[in-house]
């Protein structure tokens, strides 16, 4: 029997309870699909704080490089605000991503049918929308050098090599490959030196890609466009900024932020994680969504772990317990049948795998 090694770090606030009905579903499905799956536990965030005095211990970080993958649920609150700024949760968070290499973020911005309408946007808009954004995680004006603010002049650097946008362009291409074969690369090439190159690479890469039909968008237009006809789009590759500041555009397509699931990949490992944070208004209450973080389990089977056949298992009995009327609290607007709690909608997605 096949057998994976995962590390979880449930973090704080909802963190905790939205990790738990992952691990449930994930036992389930590993158990009708004949792999097993060992789990082991690691601190980060405000936890770890009060546990080890540290965002991010060390054990951490090894821990994680040496499994197979990671879910992790979601980290920071109130108590720990006020501590300087390298001390706190979120500071543990960055330095994580960067000490994994995680260069590739997706985000994958799917439609449920049961849930159309629970977005802004009309129906007939959103229906069918399934676009995954590939946004580069740990480059371009967030990290580039130099960075100054001396309080009458303030600078940031935009800077990409060259191997930086072949290796996050490869991976758009390669899941492009298991999709409609859809490229769109976004950038803002009419003005800026490094969208230049962005879009030159891109080029390039597509030559080893002849199936795939790759377009290029700038993107203001892009941001319009998600919003007008979000349909017209399979894969979006995109910058750092750009890509941070459209896949919060394209969640909100989709409705509620309790759906949607996020991965950051590289080539050590790869980090599993709703794109929500830890929620500290509804923490302990059991009434989290957890479907972002099941979801995000169903993206660590299909992606790392190669388990095609158990993530399709995962969407299919998400979908069906959307369809049979079942709902958390965000979503009892929405033609529920039946509010349910977060260890309840876990219960009925695990018994429709089984
Ligand atoms: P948030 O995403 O935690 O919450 C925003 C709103 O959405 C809240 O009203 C919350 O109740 C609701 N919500 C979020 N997830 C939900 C779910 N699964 N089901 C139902 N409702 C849900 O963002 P915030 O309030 O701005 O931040 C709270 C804390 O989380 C802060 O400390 C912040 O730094 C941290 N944070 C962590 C991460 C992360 O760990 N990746 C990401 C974002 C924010």
Redesign the pocket.
Known sequence: MKKYNISIIK?D??GPE?VDEAIKVLDAVSYSCGFSLEYKEYLMGGIAIDVTGDPLPEETVTGVLNSDACLFG????EKW?TLPRDKR??TG?LKFREAMEVYANLRPAIIYDELVNASTLKPEVIEGVDIMIVRELIGGIYFGQPRENDGFKAFNTMVYTKPEIERIGKQAFELAMKRDKRVCSVDKANVLEVSQLWRDTMEEIAKDYPEVELSHMYVDNAAMQLVRNPKQFDVIVTGNIFGDILSDTASMVVGS??LLPSASTGDKTAIY??I???????AGQGI???I?TIESAGMMLRYSLGEIEAADKIDAAIKKALKDGYR?G?LAAYDAKEVVSTAEMGDVIANNIK
């Open positions: 973090g606030g909802i939205i979601a980290i920071g609150g605000d949760p979120e968070l932020i309790g994680e709703p929500h944070g830890s929620a500290p208004d509804i989290a969504n957890p972002a958390t965000d």
